[in-house]
């Protein structure tokens, strides 16, 4: 779902608006923020993500987990 989204600024479609995605990789690429922001709007999702050699974490930041994931999972991206 992270993989999807490719690196610096991109623009997709959630629920029928768009919105500014910024992903952000740091830590040799293991790991990632990600920030989208419904333009024109006030909804944002905002995470980090990070890979290790036994596990992945997801950390939504202030937002349910469950939020994070729908979006992840329905985001279309345009460009």
């Known amino acids: 779902m992270i993989q999807k989204l490719p690196e610096g600024y991109s623009e997709g479609i959630f629920e029928n608006r768009k ?5 952000k990789s740091f830590n040799d690429g293991k790991s990632y923020k990600v920030y989208g922001e419904e333009l024109g709007g006030r909804d944002y999702v905002s995470l ?7 596990h992945e974490f ?6 349910p987990e469950h939020k994070v994931l729908y979006f992840l999972n329905n985001v279309v991206v345009t460009n």
């Open 58 to 63: 997801l950390k939504p930041c202030e937002m």
């Open 48 to 54: 980090n993500y990070y890979k290790t050699k036994s």
């Open 19 to 23: 919105y500014g995605i910024t992903k």
